[in-house]
T-cell receptor, first 112, second 114 residues
Framework: GENVEQHPSTLSVQEGDSAVIKCTYS??????FPWYKQELGKRPQLIID?????GEKKDQRIAVTLNKTAKHFSLHITETQPEDSAVYFC???????????FGKGTTLSVSS | GAVVSQHPSRVICKSGTSVKIECRSL??????MFWYRQFPKQSLMLMAT?????????EQGVEKDKFLINHASLTLSTLTVTSAHPEDSSFYIC??????????FGSGTRLTVV
């Protein structure tokens, strides 16, 4: 089955800096790669996703890149703000029907 | 957008009792429901996948007789934790998929077994 590795587990940045979180996946059949932000005790919130036919996607300060050959994808947050502080999870699935398999999460702290 | 309602949001039960958690898709037909468990400061771990009208498929290490999943309709799936013990205390969350709808998460259930 799919296995998703995520690094780093914690990340501390200054407000305004960029943050990068990286994930690798094992199943070459996976074709859907979302990123979630989760606050304590809440459901994961989808912030951006990418499908395997695309190499990069951007939404304002957030971007995701995908390298299918290397089986890794990354989340880039620019101009970080204190409200970006949260736990971020990457995930992978075969979009037609399999479950999302999550990475272990990254706790991002943005200090002002 | 798609909404999945999950109840209860919090439950405290005594050791040895059973607890039922419900997930309802409010505005779409959930052909597939995924159930996850999340321990404090850990990731979401897939417990089982259920397709409407079929038996659930459990992940390795998840006891099917302890975590009973029912998905008898396209709008309702339930997870029953039977004979709960303190080690079952966790955050349980469902995720539904339907035709034309992506992964929609419920709001989660915080289970505490005392």
């Amino acid at each position: 089955g799919e296995n998703v590795e995520q690094h780093p587990s914690t990340l501390s940045v200054q407000e305004g800096d960029s943050a990068v979180i990286k994930c690798t996946y094992s199943d070459s059949a996976s074709n859907y790669f979302p990123w979630y932000k989760q606050e304590l005790g809440k459901r994961p919130q989808l912030i951006i996703d990418i499908r395997s036919n695309v190499g990069e996607k951007k939404d304002q300060r957030i971007a995701v890149t995908l390298n299918k050959t290397a089986k890794h994808f990354s989340l880039h947050i620019t101009e970080t703000q204190p409200e970006d502080s949260a736990v971020y999870f990457c995930a992978a699935s075969i979009e037609a029907g399999t479950a999302l398999i999550f990475g272990k999460g990254t706790t991002l702290s943005v200090s002002s | 957008g798609a909404v999945v309602s999950q109840h209860p949001s919090r439950v405290i039960c005594k050791s040895g009792t059973s607890v039922k958690i419900e997930c309802r898709s409010l505005d779409f037909q959930a052909t597939t429901m995924f159930w996850y468990r999340q321990f404090p400061k850990q990731s979401l771990m897939l417990m089982a996948t259920s397709n409407e009208g079929s038996k659930a498929t459990y992940e390795q290490g998840v006891e099917k007789d302890k975590f009973l999943i029912n998905h008898a309709s396209l709008t309702l799936s339930t997870l029953t934790v039977t004979s709960a013990h303190p080690e079952d205390s966790s955050f349980y969350i469902c995720s539904a998929r339907g035709a034309g709808y992506g992964y929609t998460f419920g709001s989660g259930t915080r289970l505490t077994v005392v």
